[in-house]
């Protein structure tokens, strides 16, 4: 039998992981020949943008065979691939970050292997035999900088290829415990610990005024695979401490499930299994920004997006600024003023309204309140405007699977039979 060749991944952060990395192996996975020609090994290059437990989660994937933390690659640049062995012939696919990382790994390990990306980022794009994109627009931003265009591809947005459905819409409320006419929202408080550590208790705040001001409404906590109930417990002890928002502590609880026990009696119950398995059930959903506000729209649920700039000095910022928060006394308040000033570029902070250029999702965002959360939330139970956002989410469907399209790029079509 021939040796394995390496199918060497790049990636940074839990949405590249779930939603990039996962349908390009799964992709792989459904072509029998291209299954059992690679050894997939993913590597975690570091990044602000990072939870640091991705390798875990990607452990788990199926077809996955090694995994990389940050701290491992960076000893195997210095010092060599050490207990990790590869067999110096494949391909290496950046699929999330800068895409420097599978260029030093490859000078660094040598060997034939031909390097693939999607990406949005520019930069060492020669290396690259051909770079997949979302669409013109990005494509573009290459073809500017001198790319040839044969090696320029468009292939929709990934994330579409990630959505899978576990439960239908009924069992998935009937297992939540949903009864008919009540409106089943599940908060979202991230997958990264600076958002959990202070979005989850505020969450509890406006979940208190929401379900007395709102009384059909049913409350979850959907717990992202990339955090901890170390974490969240961590998270219920600074509610109440928050200084820049009104926030509540809370207790965890392990009965059937795991519960969140808060103002005084009420319980919220926290869902494993993320939208793959809830999605089908969700009437509504809090969030934050990030990669999950994409996989919403996609899923056609309508949501409303928190993007609080109270502590923009905990906020992951791309560059130098990423810096100054260890700079002693200086640092944080520069950092402070360097992420304002960022925000202000943006006219939004919901992927759905980025991709749109338009608010399709409301969107809060800048230096809010909790009482601002709330009040928005009310307003359009109220007013029923999450059937309108619903409707306007139909744009959000793509017309091929990108996942299949890059595969078949780069490997070509599945073989007949």
């Known amino acids: 039998m021939a040796e394995k060749e390496d199918l060497i991944i790049f990636s940074n952060g839990p949405g590249e992981v779930s939603t990039w990395v996962l349908p390009i192996v799964e992709s792989i996975r459904k072509r029998s020949e291209l299954a059992g020609r690679y050894n997939i ?21 199926e077809g996955v065979d090694k995994t990389v933390t940050p701290g491992q ?12 062995s590869f067999s110096r012939k494949g391909v290496v696919f950046s699929l999330g970050g800068d895409l420097l990382h599978p260029v030093l790994f490859h000078r660094r390990i040598r060997g034939k292997y031909t390097l693939y990306a999607y990406s949005q980022n520019t930069g060492y794009e020669k290396h690259y035999e051909r770079i997949f994109v979302r669409n013109g627009y990005v494509r573009d931003k290459y073809l500017k900088r001198g790319v040839p265009p044969d090696r320029v591809v468009i292939a929709g947005d990934l994330v579409y ?3 899978s459905y576990l439960l239908d819409r009924d069992a998935a409320r009937k297992e939540a415990g949903v009864t008919n006419g009540e409106n089943m929202v599940v908060f979202m408080p991230g997958s990264r610990d600076f958002e ?5 208790p505020v969450f509890l705040k406006v979940m208190d005024g ?3 001001r709102i009384p059909n409404v049913r409350v979850f906590i959907l717990k992202s695979p990339y955090i901890s109930y170390k974490l969240i417990e961590r998270s219920l002890e600074m509610g109440g401490r928050i200084r820049e ?9 392990r009965g059937d499930g795991w519960e969140i026990e808060y103002a005084g009696s009420k319980k919220v119950s926290i869902l494993e299994g993320g939208l793959e398995r809830w999605g089908k059930g969700v009437d509504f959903a809090v969030t934050l920004p990030g990669t999950n506000t994409i996989q919403l729209a996609y899923r056609k649920i309508p949501e409303l997006v928190v993007a609080a700039l109270n502590k923009p000095d905990v906020i992951p910022v791309e560059g130098v600024f990423g810096l100054l928060k260890w700079v002693p006394v200086i640092g944080k308040p520069v950092l402070k003023r360097a992420v304002l000033r960022y925000a202000q570029e943006f006219p939004f902070a919901a992927l759905p309204n980025i991709y749109a250029g338009e608010e399709v999702v409301p969107e809060l965002f800048g230096m809010l309140q909790t009482a601002d959360i709330t009040s928005r939330l009310v307003d359009i139970f109220e007013k029923g405007e999450e059937k309108d956002i619903a409707k306007r989410l139909s744009k959000f469907t793509p017309s091929q699977d990108p996942a299949r ?4 790029a780069v490997w070509g079509n599945e073989q007949p039979g």
């Open 41 to 61: 090994t993913l590597i975690m290059h570091p990044c602000q943008f990072g939870s640091g437990t991705e390798h875990k989660v990607a452990g788990d994937f």
């Open 73 to 84: 690659y960076i000893k195997m640049l210095f010092f060599g691939a050490g207990t990790y």
């Open 161 to 163: 290829s990630s959505l």
């Open 196 to 200: 959990v550590k202070y979005m989850l």
């Open 210 to 212: 929401l379900t007395e």
């Open 245 to 253: 928002a009104e926030s509540l502590p809370g207790a965890l609880k």
């Open 405 to 408: 399209l890059i595969v078949n």
